[in-house]
């Protein structure tokens, strides 16, 4: 693993810092700014279906992924020094389930609790968390040859988009 300078953490320490803290306004941060117009988002049957579904499938998709990475798994970018490439189940689909799952719930979360500000918060997220996967994708190359190809059949964040 190439060296990190020490006040960003060894292993990406900083990035679980900052995700948590972005974790925590999205669950629950301010949801709105004093004289902001109210959320315009219409309601109705098609809205509660989308939240349900992004709900739902961010939480499944994000359980399958932890599950199916076992002893890999770590909030770190840095893969363990034990971690296996995993390869199949969701892992067939999409690179990084558990941070599309996030995303997903994320974004389901503030349809959820009609806020403004929640909204921003899942857009950043998924910003930091497309920022946090190339990192982590540079050292997963580091660590197993295998990964370029892997990288060419399989896409990062969405599954057959991006």
């Known amino acids: 693993m190439t060296q990190t300078a020490r006040w960003k953490g060894?292993?990406?320490?900083?990035?679980?810092?900052?995700?948590?803290?972005?974790?925590?306004?999205i669950a629950a941060g301010p949801r709105t700014w004093n004289g902001w117009p109210p959320?315009?988002?219409p309601s109705g049957r098609w809205v509660s279906f989308a939240t349900a579904a992004l709900l739902a499938g961010g939480a499944s998709l994000?359980?399958?992924?932890?599950?199916?990475?076992g002893a890999?798994?770590?909030?770190?970018?840095?893969?363990?020094?034990?971690?296996?490439?995993?390869e199949s189940g969701v892992y067939r689909v999409v690179?990084?389930?558990?941070?599309?799952?996030?995303?997903?719930?994320?974004?389901?979360?503030?349809?959820?609790?009609?806020?403004?500000?929640?909204?921003?918060?899942a857009i950043a997220g998924a910003i930091f968390l497309d920022v946090k996967s190339r990192r982590e994708?540079?050292?997963?190359?580091?660590?197993?040859?295998?990964y370029p190809a892997y990288q060419r059949r399989v896409r990062k964040l969405i599954p057959f988009v991006y």
């Open 95 to 121: 690179r990084h389930p558990m941070y599309t799952g996030v995303m997903m719930a994320s974004f389901g979360w503030a349809l959820l609790v009609e806020g403004w500000l929640t909204i921003g918060y």
């Open 137 to 146: 994708e540079k050292w997963l190359v580091e660590r197993f040859p295998s």
């Open 72 to 86: 890999s798994l770590t909030p770190l970018p840095a893969p363990r020094t034990e971690a296996k490439l995993i």
């Open 62 to 69: 994000a359980a399958a992924g932890a599950v199916r990475m």
């Open 10 to 25: 060894l292993r990406g320490e900083w990035y679980v810092v900052a995700q948590i803290v972005l974790l925590v306004l």
């Open 39 to 41: 959320w315009p988002f």
